[in-house]
């Protein structure tokens, strides 16, 4: 169950990154550490992603495009209906340096 959760500064940076994200954006854990001025936290961006409430988490992908284990059904569903192309478990185009839409 996903809950709000005092958010430490780097998790308000965390949670304004990913909610800047629009529709069909899809991005890595590691370009929102890096633009939430953290590069290396990727982890630590799962962690935010997990513990908060009402974000679009379903935008953030491993570097080489993976869905998140154990919510890949979840996860695909919400992209395909941002008409993000998603095939065996991965985005069909992984992240790229930074933000990038499928269109």
């Not at 899809?26 to 590069?39: I, K, L, T």
């Amino acid at each position: 169950m996903r809950r709000s959760v005092p958010q430490s500064s780097f998790g308000d940076r965390v949670v304004a990154v990913v909610r800047a994200l629009g529709p069909g954006e899809v991005v890595s854990y590691g370009d929102v550490a890096a633009e939430a001025g953290s590069p290396g936290a990727a982890r630590a961006v799962g962690h935010v992603l997990r513990e908060a409430d009402g974000l679009p988490w379903w935008r953030v992908v491993t570097a080489t495009g993976r869905l998140a284990p154990g919510l890949e059904v979840e996860q695909a569903a919400h992209l395909r209906a941002e008409g993000v192309a998603v095939a065996d478990g991965h985005v069909s185009r992984g992240p790229r340096d930074r933000r990038h839409s499928n269109e």
